[in-house]
């Protein structure tokens, strides 16, 4: 059971940062206290900013004694309440923030390693990377915002999952404070080490709840050469399945990005963000946005795109098509996919689910979720899009256009125990990238492996048995 802090403790955790290092103001604390779906509003006495690992320690060490719990928060991006403190009722957990551990520690061209600090922006991250003339591929709509700390406790996928996997397969080392204080420090970007278990694995993709990710040593990857982009009509997402399989067989790991996208996603889009438009004359149900990348030509890339459209044209796999002829041109594609989560939120309400299922199963999937979807609620607009290349889907719905967002949302426990089951049923999973955080907690207990629970009961018991590292996150308290 978790205390309250008295004045003397939070006194002392002031203390370890300073001045510049703690908010207490509730318009400071305010923006940090809800997530951007708004489903979930926190409180918290105190939110701590500090600026080096061992500030960290030196807070965790003082939480740890008192029993005061910890929310580690970094962009506040996510979108299961991760990162929130105080869901439940609790105004006394302390927020905990990586915003001043932004420092690039070290890039080891050599090595193709960098060493980065958890609140490195992602693009930040990005863009030193290629000052270096190397890459760091994972890439994500809330990449300008988010911070790698919280990319590596929520596991995060994104666009380029296809090929260099998720932000898992791109970590060789972390820098963790453990609950009690005590620093596990593994940044030395080594590609092979077996003495003895992989530690790091625990604290990727684990929230918060084991402890506080400070630092991690990142895979690089010789930058591209060229990228080739095309936005391709499909008819149905058979088709989309189909036009991946030749696409792998054509270009092997040259695919970087397989993107289905539906019609009103797009209708969306160009509705409710300035500035878009439709890349085709023609209306089409179904969209895939594909992209080649490669250490090759330019020229010899857009063949290899040339080649492949054409034969997936001749076998009756597109319908239609763009090529993006520039940098512009290809942003313009990308910003369509990247915007509609914020044009689905202009317009209405919208219940979202992040499911994975067997690249094969995802027509099944597609076809029976709409059907049961709409037998619960006639008249809601499915609009399915994502990352079909790795098989995952962010299957959202929306609001009927005859009923009130409140009576729609009344409806969100209904909906998302259909998709989550119907997604485990065909051998998949009700959380592909986005993590549990307290929006799950229930799915998780519900759906997953008994015996997987005692496990990861068992794992937070050895490594917080105070239970005050995230208490209420993916795992009940």
């Known amino acids: 059971m978790n205390t309250r802090p008295d004045k003397q403790v939070l006194d002392a955790l002031k203390a370890v940062v300073g001045s510049a290092g703690f908010r207490e103001e509730a318009a400071d604390l305010e923006p940090h206290l809800t997530e951007w779906r708004g489903l979930f509003k926190g409180q918290t006495p105190l939110m701590l900013m500090p600026a080096s690992t061992a500030e960290v320690s030196a807070i965790l060490k003082i939480c740890s004694a008192h029993g005061i719990a910890i929310v580690p928060q970094g962009g506040n991006t996510g979108l299961a309440g991760g990162a929130i403190p105080g869901i439940e009722g609790d105004d006394a957990q302390i927020l905990l923030s990586s915003s001043r551990l932004k420092q690039i520690r070290a890039i080891d061209a050599e090595n193709y390693t960098m060493t980065v600090e958890a609140g490195c922006l ?68 080594l590609r092979k080490d077996n003495t003895g278990y992989d530690l790091k694995q625990l604290f990727i993709g684990a929230e918060g709840t084991l402890g506080f990710v400070a630092a991690a040593t990142l895979k690089l990857f010789p930058a591209p050469r060229a990228t080739a982009t095309a936005w391709l009509a499909v008819a149905t997402p058979a088709a989309a399945v189909a036009l991946y399989s030749e696409a792998r067989k054509q270009v092997g790991d040259e695919l970087v990005a397989f993107e289905l996208i539906p019609r009103i996603a797009i209708d969306m889009v160009l509705e409710h963000i300035p500035g878009t438009r439709d890349p085709l004359a023609d209306a089409q149900p179904w969209y895939v946005l594909l992209e080649l990348a490669s250490a090759r030509d330019q020229f010899v890339t857009d063949e290899q795109l040339t080649e492949l459209l054409g034969s997936c044209l001749e076998q009756g796999l597109v319908q239609d098509g763009v090529v993006a002829s520039s940098e512009a041109q290809r942003n313009d594609l990308w910003r369509l996919r990247h915007c509609i989560s914020e044009a689905q939120k202009s317009a209405g309400a919208s219940i979202k689910h992040d499911i994975s299922v067997p690249v094969s199963a995802m027509p099944e999937f597609l076809q029976q979720a709409s059907k049961l979807v709409t037998a619960c609620v006639p008249g809601i607009r499915p609009v399915p899009f994502g990352h079909l290349g790795d098989g995952n889907l962010h299957y959202n719905v929306s609001q009927p256009a005859d009923m009130s967002a409140a009576d729609f949302l009344a409806l969100w426990e209904q909906l998302n125990e259909i998709v989550h089951t119907l997604a485990v049923e065909l051998g998949g999973s009700f959380s592909a990238e986005h993590g549990i955080g307290s929006l799950k907690v229930s799915e998780l207990e519900r759906l997953a492996d008994p015996v997987k629970m005692k496990l990861m009961r068992a794992v937070k018991q050895a490594l917080d048995p105070g239970g005050i590292m995230n208490p209420g996150k993916v795992l009940r308290g």
């Open 122 to 189: 992602l693009a930040d991250i990005q863009a030193a990377a290629q000052e270096a003339g190397l890459f760091f591929p994972l890439s994500l709509a809330a990449e300008g915002s988010c911070q790698i700390g919280g990319n590596i406790s929520t596991n995060a996928g994104g666009t380029n999952v296809l090929r260099f996997g998720n932000t898992r397969d791109l970590v060789l080392g972390l820098e963790v404070v453990l609950p009690d204080g005590a620093i596990y420090n593994d940044l030395r970007g």
